[in-house]
């Protein structure tokens, strides 16, 4: 079974970046999404950005053009990069892996958290004004 380990994060101000990370061990599957969810206080996990074993990438309309992600193959490591930061992005991000999965990314990026059966820990992003 895989595990995702999480790591960046923290505090910046609007307009700013930040990158994340999420590392994958374990048995790693040939066919993948790896998608990052956010969390609010009291809300639902909202899935952010997907990328899948063919390096496809899907995006949420409230992120599209701010954020990217990218994989690293050799380092079984993810590397979501978010910039032009708004304080309506902080959050609790998660990584989370549905695998195996025949869905491409557009698709995977619909699928809600139930689907996925792997978590990373989680980290906190928050944007100040």
């Known amino acids: 079974q895989v595990q995702l380990v999480q790591s960046g994060g923290g505090s910046v101000q609007s307009g700013g970046s930040l990158r994340l990370s999420c590392v994958a061990s374990?048995?790693?599957?040939?066919?993948?999404?790896i998608t990052w969810f956010r969390q609010l206080p009291g809300k639902e996990r909202e899935g952010v950005a997907t990328?899948?074993?063919?390096?496809?990438?899907s995006y949420a309309d409230s992120v599209k053009g701010r954020f990217t992600i990218s994989q690293d193959n050799a380092k079984n490591t993810l590397y979501p990069k978010m910039n032009s930061l708004r304080p309506e992005d902080t959050a609790m991000y998660y990584c989370?892996?549905?695998?195996?999965?025949?869905?491409?990314?557009?698709?995977?990026?619909?699928?809600?958290?139930?689907?996925?059966?792997?978590w990373g820990q989680g980290t906190q992003v928050t944007v100040s004004s």
């Open positions: 374990g048995y790693i599957y040939a066919s993948y999404c």
């Open positions: 990328i899948d074993e063919d390096g496809d990438t």
């Open positions: 989370a892996a549905n695998a195996p999965t025949t869905l491409e990314a557009r698709y995977c990026l619909l699928q809600g958290p139930d689907e996925y059966n792997t």
